[in-house]
T-cell receptor
Framework: QKEVEQNSGPLSVPEGAIASLNCTYS??????FFWYRQYSGKSPELIMS??SNGDKEDGRFTAQLNKASQYVSLLIRDSQPSDSATYLC???????????WGLGTSLAVNP | NAGVMQNPRHLVRRRGQEARLRCSPM?????VYWYRQLPEEGLKFMVY????????ESGMPKERFSAEFPKEGPSILRIQQVVRGDSAAYFC????????????FGDGTRLSIL
């Protein structure tokens, strides 16, 4: 059974701090990794995609991938109250377009 | 608007009726995915389709649920003889032909069963 695991949280950080969200996956054949943000009552919104080991930065967001350890993380610098949401990790199921989803980590950024 | 379009946004049905949910993929996308989400729960994969083909329906209940993506027109998720437990948010996502591309989501259809 291919799985993606995330801490459910809630993860609480003060405004301006770095929020660190982690995700582990079981399928060593996975090739593409995505972070989505979902506000309450809304649909998931793509934040970052990462395909190779290392860091990928986009504005205040940095995705980190370590295929040997089978984890992917998302760092949010200078966290804002508007970043408060559930963050979903999704991993492709090997050579397949179907994604395996984590249950999400709830992030609360306190003013 | 070139995004994923879902309609209706809200749908109310009585027990025993049929619900039809529609999804038009993003322009240039050829793959459609349907998900169900209950309040405070994770996304649950239902079915993955390409034009005129069901690729993977492993997450869809065997009875009362069906999906199609015809050559012309939107993808349809159909729920027959709805029950209270079908009340949920149903999201559609689409992706392009290239492998390893992300899925982009529509705003969803909130289905309520009276």
């Amino acid at each position: 059974q291919k799985e993606v695991e995330q801490n459910s949280g809630p993860l609480s950080v003060p405004e301006g701090a770095i929020a660190s969200l982690n995700c582990t996956y079981s399928d060593r054949g996975s090739q593409s990794f995505f972070w989505y943000r979902q506000y309450s009552g809304k649909s998931p919104e793509l934040i970052m995609s990462i395909y190779s080991n290392g860091d990928k930065e986009d504005g205040r967001f940095t995705a980190q991938l370590n295929k040997a350890s089978q984890y992917v993380s998302l760092l949010i610098r200078d966290s804002q109250p508007s970043d408060s949401a559930t963050y979903l990790c999704a991993v492709n199921a090997g050579n397949n377009r179907k994604l395996i989803w984590g249950l999400g980590t709830s992030l609360a950024v306190n003013p | 608007n070139a995004g994923v379009m879902q309609n209706p946004r809200h749908l109310v049905r009585r027990r025993g009726q049929e619900a039809r949910l529609r999804c038009s993929p993003m322009k240039g996308h050829s793959h459609v995915y349907w998900y169900r989400q209950l309040p405070e729960e994770g996304l649950k994969f239902m079915v993955y389709l390409q034009k005129e083909n069901i690729i993977d329906e492993s997450g869809m209940p065997k009875e009362r649920f069906s999906a199609e993506f015809p050559k012309e027109g939107p993808s349809i998720l159909r729920i027959q003889q709805v029950v209270r437990g079908d009340s949920a948010a149903y999201f559609c996502a689409s992706s392009s032909l290239e492998m390893n591309q992300p899925q982009h989501f529509g705003d969803g259809t909130r289905l309520s069963i009276l």
